[in-house]
């Protein structure tokens, strides 16, 4: 069964310019995530799909941050402009139903980003 | 409120030492799973297990092992005999089941070297 796929696995920005991670989730899973990992913390979450329909996007920077799950499968998460916090890597998720369910979460390998 | 904490930033062992990681949770909620991811080097986390609220006994894997205490909110992680490959950063996480907007958070991290 393929895994969680994601790109770019690299990318480095300069300040204010925009930039977009794509991710392609377990196929038949409903429940994807965007999670943000500074170096040394935990994953936190940015925004969680329930097929198309956004779940949670609390912690989302939405005046910079933007995200679509395309027809509940694929998704992308967008920044622009890019701020020198943004430094991270980007991890996608995804599990077969919603947390609610216990259904663990299976994670891509991330996109770090860079900027500078 | 949710939260996880991993009051361990970083564990050194030698090798074959048993090691034990930390996990003390927060949630309001009766019915709750944990979760215990691995990530090594190459980033990617890798779902170890999974418990829910109502299940008490201690799991056994091989070298792994899990003690889930609700008295003391604690569900903590053995490696007995570790090997160098045990190296990575593990995360408790934990999910609750009061919404149906039911989110996974994660602890900050151990760091866990095994020393040859």
């Known amino acids: 069964e393929a895994g969680v796929a994601q790109s770019p696995r690299y990318k480095i920005i300069e300040k204010r310019q925009s930039v977009a991670f794509w991710c392609n989730p377990i196929?038949?899973?409903?429940?994807l995530y965007w999670y943000q990992q500074i170096l040394g913390q935990g994953p936190k979450l940015l925004i969680q799909?329930?097929?198309?329909?956004?779940?949670?996007d609390s912690q989302l920077p939405k005046d910079r941050f933007s995200a679509e799950r395309l027809k509940g499968v694929d998704s992308t998460l967008k920044i622009q402009p890019a701020k020198l916090e943004d430094s991270a890597v980007y991890l996608c998720?995804?599990?077969?139903?919603?947390?609610?369910?216990?259904?663990?979460?299976?994670f891509g390998q991330g996109t770090r980003l860079t900027v500078v | 409120a949710q939260k996880v904490t991993q009051a361990q930033t970083e564990i050194s062992v030698v090798e074959k030492e048993d090691v034990t990681l930390d996990c003390v949770y927060e949630?309001?909620?009766?019915?709750?799973?944990l979760f215990w991811y691995k990530q090594p080097p190459s980033g990617e986390l890798v779902f170890l297990i999974r418990?829910?609220?109502?299940?008490?006994q201690n799991e056994i894997s091989g070298r792994y092992s899990w003690n889930f205490q609700k008295s003391t909110s604690s569900f903590n992680f053995t490696i007995t005999a570790s090997q160098v490959v045990d190296s990575a950063v593990y995360f408790c996480?934990?999910?609750?089941?009061?919404?149906?907007?039911?989110?996974?958070?994660f602890g900050s991290g151990t760091r866990l070297s095994i020393r040859p």
């Open positions: 799909f329930q097929n198309n329909g956004v779940v949670d």
């Open positions: 196929s038949g899973h409903a429940t």
């Open positions: 418990r829910n609220s109502f299940d008490e």
């Open positions: 996480a934990l999910s609750d089941t009061y919404s149906s907007a039911s989110k996974i958070i």
């Open positions: 998720a995804s599990s077969l139903d919603r947390p609610a369910r216990g259904t663990e979460a299976f």
């Open positions: 949630t309001r909620d009766t019915t709750y799973y």
